[in-house]
C-alpha cells in the first residue's frame, strides 16, 4: 500500500503491519497455540519452530505471504512432523487457529492515530506487503486512509519495489523517508534505493524481516516510538 503527500519536497512512506498496526503478534498467537496442541513427543518447542521458521521462508518465497500461505506452512509442518498426511479432523483444527488472523480487529500501534493526525498537512506515503485481500481489509477497517494520498499493496518490498515507488510518485529518494519496524523489508532496501529510513523496532517482528543494520548509516533514524517521529517530522 502507499500513500503520498508532500510538503518542501518531503515525502514519508509508511509500512504498516507491525508499524501502523500490530500484525505478527497474532502469527505469534496462533504458533504458540499450535506447538502447544502439537505436543510432540521428542522434540521441544525451539526445535519444532525452527522447522516451522524453514517451513515459511520457503513458502513465502514460492507463495507469497498471508494466512493463506501460513496455514500452508503449519499444514506442512505438521506433516513433516507426523510423517504422513494431516487427517481431516487435523486440517479442521488449523482452519480454526488461522481463523483468528482474518477476524481479529485491527489493533492500531499506540500513539499512530494521533501522530498522522498532527503529520497529514504535512506529508505522508504508505507501503506494505502481503495478500492482497488481506490488507485491503485492513486498510479499510483502519481508519486511516483520510491522510494519505495514495495506498499500494506490494507482493514484495525489495529495491526494485522502492525504486519503482520513486518513479511512480516522482519523488526525490535524497528527501523521502521510509518508516517501519523490519530492516530487511524497510530498511536495507529503501536505503538501497537511495532513501533516508526510520527504524521503529517492534518487539514482536516476525523472525524472517530481522537483519542487521549498519550502527554508522547517518541517514537511518531510530526511534524507540511511533510518536517521536513528531519530534522530527
Known amino acids: 500500500m502507499t500513500q503520498t503527500r508532500q510538503e518542501n519536497g518531503r515525502v514519508l512512506v509508511f509500512d504498516a ?3 501502523l498496526w500490530e500484525n505478527n503478534v497474532l502469527f505469534e498467537r496462533v504458533i504458540d497455540d499450535f506447538l502447544t496442541w502439537l505436543d510432540h513427543p521428542t522434540l521441544d518447542r525451539v526445535e519444532i519452530r525452527a522447522i516451522l521458521d524453514d517451513i515459511e521462508r520457503a513458502n513465502t518465497v514460492a507463495h507469497g505471504y498471508g494466512s493463506r500461505v501460513f496455514l500452508r506452512s503449519l499444514g506442512e509442518c505438521l506433516e513433516r512432523l507426523r510423517r504422513r498426511p ?9 482452519d480454526e487457529l488461522v481463523t483468528a ?11 499512530v492515530a494521533e501522530t498522522l493526525d498532527a503529520l497529514a498537512a504535512r506529508h505522508e506515503l504508505l507501503l506494505t506487503k502481503g495478500d492482497r485481500e488481506e490488507q485491503q481489509r485492513k486498510l479499510d477497517a483502519c481508519g486511516l486512509l483520510p491522510h494519505f494520498r495514495a495506498a499500494h499493496v506490494v507482493a514484495e518490498k525489495g529495491v526494485d519495489t522502492y525504486r519503482w515507488l520513486i518513479r511512480e510518485h516522482g519523488f526525490d ?15 536495507l532496501p529503501a536505503r538501497a534505493a537511495g532513501m533516508n529510513a526510520v527504524f521503529i523496532p517492534n518487539e514482536n517482528t516476525w523472525a524472517l524481516e530481522h537483519d542487521e543494520l549498519d550502527p554508522g548509516d547517518p541517514r537511518v533514524l531510530r526511534l524507540a516510538t511511533f510518536p517521536e517521529l513528531l519530534r522530527h517530522f
Open 101 to 111: 488472523l482474518v477476524t481479529h480487529q485491527v489493533e492500531l500501534m499506540p500513539g
Open 86 to 94: 494431516a487427517t481431516v479432523e487435523e486440517r479442521g483444527r488449523l
Open 173 to 187: 529518494p535524497a528527501v523521502a523517508w521510509m518508516i517501519g519496524n523490519s530492516p530487511k523489508s524497510d530498511i
Open 17 to 19: 503491519d507491525d508499524t
